[in-house]
């Protein structure tokens, strides 16, 4: 009974271990020699973007919003279901609680392995942690934003108004712009698909769904999703310039450009469930 005891707790010291050390890989000093060249190339990238989608904003805001809000079916209409469960995959509370759940499994994973298959299982937490805090970071700016500016949703008031403001409101009927749902599934879909390239149609795909699915459910205006992709994508800009800079999942070319480290391939994900799974089966964890 004792050694039972002693060995879940020894296994408890281990993974709070590795929640430490990944915290202190995350907050350490940056260490590469071309941080400075991301972050000016960083910064002209965001002005840009930010200049060119505010004067998209604008545009929409006077000549897009209220037509287009009209076209969609009323609130409530019953056909409409399948559109509210789309909607839900780009929820924020969901996406992160799925996120940690898959840290929380790695972190539990890593103290029983050793070798490669430590190694490779590390490097996918490493990617997860940054997606997890792109979405994350996303959300908080989006959320200080939204109770500053107070717009109102669509209808709200009666009329197809999109000038219909409440600043400072803090409330669910004027937290339109910007969209939470755009937030986070842009800020998903560029995580991701910095992390694995290859990802990058399914993703950004998936995030025109959700941000279309909003429009439908007369949540938003057009410029609130828009608004709320612009939002996602540079809070997921700022997490990767950060890890990058510590070396971190990415590395900075000689011209700032960010780009993904190797090393974890889906073969390498298919071996270390195999060696967690069916350890005894397949000897992995050993022979790694």
């Not at 959320?143 to 209808?155: L, N, S, Y």
């Not at 009666?158 to 800020?187: D, I, L, Q, R, V």
Request: proline share 5%; aromatic share 10%; charged share 15%.
């Amino acid at each position: 009974m004792k050694s039972g005891i002693d060995e879940a707790s020894g296994y408890f010291a281990k993974v709070m271990l590795v929640v430490w050390l990944s915290m202190v890989r995350i907050m350490r000093a940056p260490s590469h020699s071309r941080r400075a060249d991301a972050a000016r190339r960083l910064s002209w990238r965001s002005v840009l973007l930010t200049a060119v989608v505010a004067l998209l904003i604008c545009v929409l805001m006077f000549a897009v919003d209220a037509p287009a809000i009209k076209l969609m079916p009323p609130r409530g209409t019953t056909s409409l279901w399948p559109i509210k469960i789309i909607t839900d995959f780009g929820k924020s509370a969901y996406v992160l609680w799925f996120l940690l759940a898959i840290l929380l499994l790695v972190t539990v994973t890593i103290p029983r392995l050793q070798g490669k298959t430590r190694t490779v299982l590390i490097g996918f937490g490493t990617r997860v942690q940054y997606i997890f805090l792109s979405v994350a970071v996303a959300v908080l700016i989006g959320d200080v934003i939204k109770g500053v500016v107070g717009r109102a949703r669509p209808f709200v008031g009666g009329e197809a108004n999109p000038f219909n403001y409440s600043h400072f409101a803090w409330t669910e009927a004027y937290a339109s712009f910007p969209s939470g749902h755009a937030m986070t599934c842009f800020a998903l879909a560029f995580a991701v698909s910095s992390v694995w390239p290859r990802l990058r149609l399914a993703m950004f795909t998936y995030a025109v769904v959700i941000i279309v699915s909003r429009l439908v459910l007369l949540a938003h205006h057009p410029s609130d999703v828009i608004g709320g992709a612009l939002v996602g994508v540079l809070g997921a800009m700022i997490v990767r310039q950060w890890f990058a800079a510590r070396r971190l999942g990415f590395t900075i070319r000689q011209d700032g450009e960010i780009v993904p480290l190797g090393g974890v391939a889906v073969a390498d994900l298919k071996r270390v469930a195999r060696g967690v799974f069916a350890p005894y089966e397949t000897g992995s964890v050993n022979r790694h």
